[in-house]
């Protein structure tokens, strides 16, 4: 066939880069959002922060310590498309400051060394001068360093120790085996796995009590053998955590009771006296980071009316830098090609996060417009909701509804919730219409938190009692949303 050229019109649709970028921003959360306009605040001159007001005083930080906002945020302010580069001042959410402080760095004890050094101790002086062996210790690790200092051990034993403690997890526990961590040392040192047991032994008997076991009963079981042995049920309790501690785990009571040779009375002491103890020994150690949420929304009640507004604290306020944009006005040659680039993504930057937050703010006076009752009774209220409702309403697609509603936050007088909250599958009543299965989650916590302790309810009865409200739900329903409250079954909200 002899190949010829042919003409055709077609139409199909193309995502600009300032589409796409808008689309991007739409499903980054807040703090995701800060983090890419830091990112080209700082590779875009012609892009700055205002740092005051336009009355020239500094914003207010506090309102937005530690990534929190104030409980009644001023009303967002609509910038016109001639005002947009003439931001107001921001809110640069700040940082929450680490906790806690440095361990001071100690050096062993030399193998000959005696014991009446002054180590860890700070020396004698009128002053209130700072030392660093004054500084508490504020992880699991400094804590045994420390103790393991205190001991007059050989420098190969002492290193052993060291070894165990760096294998330790953050809740005090020696997740490897002693073979395992054996290996772990040159095949010309010659450890094995007896030495390994010895300075596991002297390990064990640092503080916190319990740190060093190989799993939660020898945990418990190194923290009963600390008590004094006229404690009472304390041998029982041993031979629980030893042995059975997984018929406790299970409530199996009755062939605990056979095993044990005791009464029901004897069973609650020994589990009080398991209550007393820690099962997580370095926990108290670990530092645990707080993911702080930034509300974007703020719903208040006004004048009868529940309104949703932005949270300004969680918007970034831009502007384009004018100095370098008189530049570009004055002189438009070929050598400022590339800051008039810069200068157009800047405008698409400030534009789409302007954007942004309108289209989070449609979306969340929708779901407050849906969801009023919720506001009003709470969970037990709550409507079912789909996404489709919501781009229908707004006449918006599917998937923007999906981007709005991801990782995006609204501070209610109820608390903060994602928006994706207020949205859930329905379930039918006898009445012919539906109920959220947020709804029926809460009515269950409410039926649980009510119950008798001696005779808790089945799924089946909690399923009965939904059924006489006219709630239509089949025991599996009810035991999957028992289990998303991580509600224990009943076999185990039974007391002994």
């Not at 209130?128 to 205190?150: C, K, N, W």
């Not at 395992?180 to 596991?200: C, N």
């Not at 042995?243 to 062939?255: E, F, V, W």
Request: net charge negative; glycine share 6%; hydrophobic share 40%.
């Amino acid at each position: 066939m002899k190949p010829t050229l042919q003409l055709k019109l077609s139409q199909h649709l193309t995502l600009t880069p300032q589409l796409q970028q808008s689309i991007r921003l739409l499903q980054l959360s807040t703090l995701e959002l800060n983090a890419e306009v830091e990112r080209m605040l700082q590779e875009n001159p012609l892009l700055e922060k205002s740092d005051e007001d336009e009355d020239g005083s500094a914003p207010d930080a506090s309102s937005v310590a530690s990534g929190t906002v104030a409980t009644e945020p001023t009303e967002a302010v609509r910038v016109s498309d001639a005002e947009y580069e003439r931001a107001d001042d921001p809110y640069d959410t700040a940082e929450a400051a680490e906790r806690g402080v440095p361990a001071a760095e100690f050096d062993f004890v030399d193998e000959g060394a005696t014991g009446d050094s002054d180590w860890g101790t700070a020396p004698a002086s009128d002053d209130d001068e700072f030392y660093p062996q004054q500084v508490a210790s504020s992880t699991l690790r400094d804590h045994l360093i420390e103790q393991l200092g205190m001991l007059s051990l050989p420098q190969r034993d002492r290193q052993l120790v060291a070894a165990l403690i760096d294998a330790l997890d953050d809740d005090g526990f020696l997740g490897s085996s002693l073979d395992e961590i054996a290996e772990l040392f040159p095949d010309e040192l010659g450890i094995s796995a007896e030495e390994l047991s010895i300075a596991l032994r002297y390990l064990q008997s640092f503080e916190p009590v319990g740190v060093g076991a190989r799993g939660i009963g020898e945990s418990l079981a190194l923290q009963l053998r600390a008590l004094p042995a006229s404690t009472p049920c304390r041998s029982a309790a041993l031979k629980v955590v030893e042995g059975h501690l997984d018929l406790l785990a299970n409530r199996d009571l009755t062939r605990l009771k056979r095993v044990l040779q005791c009464d029901d009375a004897m069973l609650r002491a020994i589990r009080e006296l398991l209550r007393t103890l820690n099962p997580r020994p370095g926990a108290a150690f670990a530092r645990t980071e707080a993911n702080y949420v930034v509300p974007d929304v703020v719903v208040r009640k006004v004048r009868g009316h529940w309104v949703a507004s932005l949270n300004e604290a969680a918007m970034p306020k831009l502007r384009v830098n004018r100095i370098y944009a008189d530049i570009l006005a004055r002189s438009r040659d070929a050598s400022n090609q590339q800051l008039a680039a810069q200068l157009q993504e800047a405008k698409w930057l400030i534009r789409n996060v302007q954007q942004r937050f309108e289209t989070i703010l449609r979306v969340a006076q929708a779901i407050v417009e849906r969801q009023r009752r919720f506001f009003e009774h709470g969970e037990v209220a709550m409507r079912p909701m789909v996404l489709r409702e919501i781009a229908d309403m707004l006449d918006l697609h599917e998937s923007t509804i999906s981007r709005v509603t991801t990782q995006k936050y609204m501070l209610t007088p109820r608390g903060t919730f994602e928006l994706k909250y207020f949205f859930g599958s329905h379930v039918a009543t006898d009445s012919g219409g539906a109920a959220s299965a947020t709804a029926i989650r809460a009515l269950i916590r409410q039926l649980i938190g009510a119950e008798d302790p001696k005779a808790p309810l089945t799924d089946s009865k909690i399923a009965e009692v939904l059924g006489e409200q006219g709630i239509l739900v089949a025991r599996r329903t009810v035991a999957k949303y028992r289990e998303a409250l991580s509600i224990p079954p009943v076999n185990q909200r039974k007391p002994l």
